[in-house]
């Protein structure tokens, strides 16, 4: 297993284009975590899945973003319609219940211009 | 929501120096993690604990749980130890629903 991964590392895109990143969890981890990183800030939560549900959303997420896990294993997350506030570095992360902790991928930057 | 304070947000230390990082929150919780990130986005879980100390090379860190305060500690620090060390814990207290992290502490070890 090579972790948790995530593409593509970097995405340019003009403003109003739609955007889909993907993430590889680590195949034995149930649950998969969306956040997202802006310039000297800490990652923000944005949403987990548990196998294929998903089971949190943050205030965050607006409806221009949507996420998904169909299988249980890879997710995406989609942003439509985006916005130069949505330049960000987008992290995923995966754990197993009642694991030990977290492996992160090493995210996906976007840019919007 | 748990929130969570780092400090110091900027630490330029001199090569062997001993560090200390700290972190506090604000809801009682199931563990708490610190991780590295480095230049590039990458995030390194080093530690997760719910109590006492756990000790891993010459990174240490200790929990207080009544006091809501945990340290990070780097002892005969170097500078491929700079970069940038981030405190979380989970989001509501439970520990499923995700972390909320500090802003973290941006650390320059010089030769």
């Known amino acids: 297993d090579t972790g948790v991964s995530q593409n593509p590392r970097h995405k340019i895109t003009k403003r109003g284009q739609n955007v889909t990143f993907r993430c590889d969890p680590i195949?034995?981890?149930?649950?998969l975590y969306w956040y997202r990183q802006t310039l000297g800030q800490g990652p923000e939560f944005l949403t987990y899945?548990?196998?294929?549900?998903?089971?949190?959303k943050s205030r965050l997420l607006s409806d221009r973003f949507s996420a998904e896990r169909p299988k249980g294993s890879f997710s995406t997350l989609e942003i439509q319609r985006t916005e130069q506030g949505d330049s960000a570095m987008y992290l995923c992360a995966s754990s197993f219940s009642g694991g030990n902790g977290y492996t992160f991928g090493s995210g996906t930057r976007l840019t919007v211009v | 929501k748990n929130e969570v304070e780092q400090s110091p947000q900027n630490l330029t230390a001199q090569e062997g120096e001993f560090i200390t990082i700290n972190c506090s929150y604000s809801v009682g919780i199931s563990a708490l993690h610190w991780l590295q990130q480095h230049p590039g986005g990458g995030i390194v879980s080093l530690f997760m604990?719910?109590?006492g100390k756990k000790k891993h090379g010459r990174l240490i860190a200790t929990i207080n749980i009544q006091e809501k305060h945990s340290s990070l500690h780097i002892t005969a620090s170097h500078p491929r130890d700079s970069a940038v060390y981030i405190c979380?814990?989970?989001?509501?207290?439970?520990?499923?629903?995700?972390?909320?992290f500090g802003k973290g502490t941006h650390l320059i070890i010089q030769p």
């Open positions: 979380a814990v989970p989001y509501s207290g439970g520990g499923a629903d995700g972390l909320t």
């Open positions: 195949s034995e981890h149930n649950r």
């Open positions: 604990l719910s109590s």
């Open positions: 899945f548990q196998n294929e549900a998903q089971l949190e």
